[in-house]
């Protein structure tokens, strides 16, 4: 589990065909110790939830399988490409944002990204099966980062950036056109389920 605050930006420094040639095996650099991360822990990558599997000094490595460079923005990374990184939770730690499973709900594309005094408002469209899970006020985690809900339309919805978030994560150079990964509050995609297995049951 995460919290969608990001603790620091990585950089992808390789990218490589998996062992078995169907996913990739991706090298990325941090400036987090390594030595204080095991192998095998799970670490979330622009809201992607992966599992280190080497590490050395600066930089741990991950398997990315085939399913996930297909419903991610995953497929896209080349060498260079900048990553929000955040550590699993602990117990203790601070809940500051919201809980993020690291598990991504589908992929939107950023349409427009405009500055409003010092922040950023940016708008992202959807897929049509994600928006009814999207509430005004509501928190959602864009490529990782848990970021509030302000208003919601037909096929897109709007977050504001603050400095702060775009200083210290891969928004500083987000972009109109970009797609980002996309995870839904967890609590709307129980009831959604909830109420869809309710549907299915009366109508048997």
């Known amino acids: 589990m995460f919290t969608g605050l990001i603790s620091d930006c990585g950089r992808i420094r390789k ?16 400036a ?8 095998g822990a799970s670490i979330a990558c622009s809201g992607v939830c992966l599992t280190a599997v080497e590490l050395g000094s600066g930089w741990f490595a991950v398997d990315v399988s085939r399913e996930t460079l297909d419903c991610t923005t995953l497929g896209a990374w080349r060498e260079g490409t900048r990553v929000n990184l955040e550590r699993s939770l602990t117990a203790g730690d601070e809940l500051g944002g919201h809980l993020v499973s690291g598990h991504v709900d589908g992929v939107g594309e950023v349409t427009a990204h405009t500055r409003e005094g010092d922040s950023w408002r940016t708008t992202i469209a959807v897929p049509p099966r ?6 005004p006020k509501g928190s959602i985690a864009v490529d990782g980062v848990s970021l509030t809900v302000n208003e919601v339309g037909s096929a897109s ?14 928004f500083g150079a987000l972009a109109a056109g970009d797609r980002v990964n996309l995870e839904i509050d967890m609590l709307a995609r129980y009831v959604a389920r909830l109420v869809e297995a309710q549907w299915t049951t009366r109508r048997i």
């Open 15 to 30: 990218v490589a065909p998996s062992a078995d040639g169907s996913g990739r095996r991706m090298v990325i650099e941090t």
């Open 157 to 170: 919805f709007g977050v504001n950036i603050i400095p702060h978030t775009a200083a210290v994560t891969t």
């Open 130 to 135: 994600l928006m009814a899970l999207i509430a």
């Open 32 to 39: 987090w110790d390594t030595a204080r991360i095991a192998t």
